[in-house]
């Protein structure tokens, strides 16, 4: 079974970029955020739908142009467990 | 039965303080040293700060001031009464730093030049207290040497020109240049050193209700060779939620307010080895603002 | 100068008093209000009356203030949530953050500082290892402290989370266990209510006995004007709506052993708040009751706890509630030897 995950909505984060990172408030925490790409990308393209790794790597991959030969699905993977552990993503059960 | 308190009120910039204590001495020196301040008469506070003895019976023997108030910390350690001054304005300090909204509390000195403000901010020992007093004797209006208030919705700095800490060698730096009735008690060996405090300028006094707008900002380190270095934007928001006591109390208006100060003032970390090359960097910087 | 706290319970029961009061009276009020933990509290009880432009300012401050804590807290609770989602037993909410998460009006302008929550006793080393694992950790290394709080008390030592630096207390009973009252923690349990997102909340009356307990088993009565506030709003709330409500209460009281307190919690309520109460809920009126009053008033205009003596008399009592005699000189002595505080100290939460 699949694992998938949904993002916190769009009307909790309020994004703001910097030079070299992105800042996001959100709402129901009080807490801001700073990160690093690609994690706000990861959140722009999960758009609130519930999508598992596979369906984000091609979502950013058509989106953005990535390099051909790095491993898309996994670097997707660990910034997803970190923006879980941070309540800015969630994994749906099945 | 509890010991009578004696009390005074101030205003200072946008907040008033009522200043409670055991004892007359301390509120004596305040009234003196704040007496070209518009008293608030007839108003209410927002904050109360309380002087009291640590424990009952030392209010005779070797009395030490406790430091209370409206918003206050368990550890606080007491201070010797002959410091009692400096106890009230740590006191006035911790009100502002734990409970005042109504500005984004940047720990920064200001000053001010043709509506427009300069704001230092750094770690202790950078100098920024120092500087805005030694500027505003050079032309500048003084507008703080502790906090700059940062507004939610304009984005201006509102003054907060409570006394200035002097404190060690820039004691006698100013004492060079500033009247001598002008200072306060000279008090040794506090927790912060030896520290003698400084009434602002008059117009610093007189226009404490007139805010400016932030044009630069800088972080001033004291004795390196003089440089002016960039500092990138992710680095000065860090630096600056650190260096504010109330970002995080103020939640979305607090990240609405700094985004917006780091979006619109221009940055630089500038190293200086005394006030005649300060002046020299920050002239450089601040003739061709708009 | 205002004497006691006397001024802060008028405001809090009728909210047009204050319209009478001149500035040094408002700034007494301040003071008490923020002292005893109830300026959120009195802030929303007095939106709609005339106060003087700098009085209204500090109250909107109270108020953003108590949103922002409201919100925290809410959010704290679902990380909690989220550490324990495979945790198959009931996590109960406490306190504040159960105020709010009910929608209670006692959640309204509270003062929320940390997370408590209740699971079955049996279940906290598996939960304990949960909290550890989503990022919390021990506050005090102490091994003192730790024994202190596993054997004798009614909830786990606090956890504080290592990056968002908030406390949680994870608590099986409403009570310390040495203490004389034993309430029937599984009984809680079992009828605790669900709230949308899979946590719970006590019933009813378990709530209510629960704010009572807290009144009078922590601490001198610190804060107790606050706790009474929240027994007051909480009474007003569940009395409304059901009929049946004051005869549940007392047969949950007996259950629990802690009729004795809910009867002086009323009497309380009733003598500082006005709280309407059922006919005989409240029973014989005492002449310690008078005791109580005073010390719960003890606070004077410029935020200092006065009364010392009486003070000292319920800090005394407060321990000998919470622990038999010999545990409590023991516990003393270890606090002392160690130059530390001793626990329920006032004002350190």
Redesign the interface.
């Known amino acids: 079974m699949t694992q998938k995950y949904r993002a916190a909505a769009k009307d909790d984060l309020?994004w703001?970029d910097?030079?070299?990172?992105t800042?996001l408030?959100h709402?129901?925490?009080?807490?801001?955020h700073?990160l690093a790409d690609p994690a706000p990308a990861i959140l722009e393209v999960m758009n609130e739908a519930v999508l598992s790794t596979v369906e984000i790597a091609e979502r950013l991959s058509a989106r953005f142009d990535l390099e051909s030969n790095i491993d898309t699905e996994n670097i997707v993977l660990a910034r997803l467990e970190e923006l879980s552990?941070l309540?800015l993503v969630?994994p749906v059960p099945a | 039965m509890m010991a009578k308190m004696h009390d005074i009120s101030l205003k200072i910039g946008p907040a008033a303080f009522r200043i409670a204590s055991t004892w007359q001495r301390p509120l004596d020196q305040l009234t003196d040293l704040y007496k070209a301040y518009p008293a608030p008469t007839g108003e209410t506070v927002d904050f109360t700060v309380r002087l009291e003895p640590e424990k009952p019976w030392r209010r005779f023997i070797r009395p030490s001031v406790h430091i209370g108030g409206d918003f206050w910390l368990p550890d606080a350690a007491p201070l010797p009464l002959d410091q009692g001054l400096l106890a009230a304005e740590m006191g006035m300090n911790l009100q502002m730093a734990l409970g005042w909204r109504r500005h984004l509390l940047l720990h920064a000195s200001s000053v001010e030049k043709d509506g427009k403000a300069l704001v230092m901010t750094g770690l202790s020992g950078s100098g920024k207290s120092t500087l805005s007093a030694m500027l505003a004797e050079r032309g500048w209006r003084f507008m703080g040497d502790e906090f700059a208030l940062l507004s939610l919705d304009s984005g201006e700095i509102m003054p907060f020109p409570r006394l200035i800490s002097l404190k060690n060698r820039a004691i006698d730096a100013m004492q060079d240049i500033a009247s001598e009735n002008r200072f306060g008690p000279e008090m040794k060996a506090t927790p912060k050193g030896d520290i003698r405090h400084l009434v602002p300028p008059p117009d610093a006094i007189e226009r404490m209700n007139e805010p400016a707008t932030p044009a630069l900002l800088l972080f001033p380190r004291f004795g390196h060779a003089p440089e002016l270095r960039p500092m990138?934007?992710?680095e000065i928001?860090?630096r600056l939620?650190q260096a504010s006591t109330n970002y995080?109390a103020l939640?979305?208006a607090g990240?609405?307010a700094l985004?917006r100060f780091?979006d619109d003032v221009p940055v630089k970390a500038m190293d200086y080895q005394s006030i005649d090359q300060a002046e020299e960097l920050i002239d450089a910087l601040w003739s061709p603002l708009p | 100068m205002m004497q006691d706290a006397r001024t802060l319970i008028r405001a809090l029961r009728e909210p047009a008093s204050v319209e009478a009061l001149n500035s040094r009276q408002w700034t007494d009020l301040i003071s008490v209000a923020r002292a005893e933990s109830l300026i959120g509290s009195l802030a929303h009880r007095v939106k709609d009356v005339a106060v003087p432009d700098r009085v209204r300012a500090v109250l909107r401050d109270a108020i953003e203030a108590h949103d922002?804590a409201r919100?925290?807290a809410?959010?704290e609770a679902?990380?909690a949530r989220?550490a324990l989602a495979g945790y198959p037993g009931k996590i109960v909410l406490m306190k504040g953050t159960a105020y709010v998460a009910a929608n209670l009006d006692a959640g309204i302008g509270r003062s929320i500082g940390d997370l408590d929550i209740m699971v079955a006793r049996d279940d906290l080393p598996v939960v304990e290892a949960a909290l550890l694992d989503?990022?919390w950790e021990w506050v005090k290394p102490d091994p003192y402290d730790d024994r202190y709080y596993r054997d004798y008390m009614h909830e786990l030592p606090p956890l504080i989370h290592r990056e968002?630096d908030r406390m949680v207390d994870v608590h099986h009973t409403i009570l310390p266990l040495t203490a004389r009252p034993t309430p029937d923690a599984q009984a809680i349990l079992e009828d605790a209510v669900a709230l949308d997102d899979g946590l719970y909340v006590m019933a009813p009356a378990d709530m209510l006995l629960h704010s009572i307990a807290h009144l009078f088993a922590d601490g001198d009565l610190a804060g107790g004007l606050r706790n009474l506030w929240d027994i007051n709003q909480l009474v007003r709330h569940f009395s409304g709506g059901d009929a049946e409500f004051w005869m549940k209460l007392r047969k949950r009281a007996e259950k629990h052993g802690l009729v004795d307190e809910l009867e002086r919690a009323l009497r309380l309520a009733v003598r500082l708040y006005a709280t309407p109460v059922g006919k005989g809920s409240a029973g014989w009126r005492k002449i310690s009751d008078c005791l109580y009053v005073r010390r719960l008033l003890a606070r004077d205009g410029y935020g200092r706890e006065t009364r010392k003596i009486t003070r000292f008399a319920f800090y005394v009592r407060s321990h000998w509630l919470r622990m038999p005699p010999v545990m409590l000189a023991r516990h003393l002595w270890a606090k002392w030897r160690k130059g530390g505080k001793p626990v329920g100290e006032p004002g350190i939460r």
């Open positions: 309020i703001h910097l030079d070299s990172m800042l408030y709402r129901p925490s009080g807490i801001t700073m552990r309540g969630a | 990138g934007q992710a928001f860090v939620t995080v939640g979305e990240f609405r985004t780091v | 922002l919100r925290q809410m959010w679902d990380c989220r989503a990022g968002r």
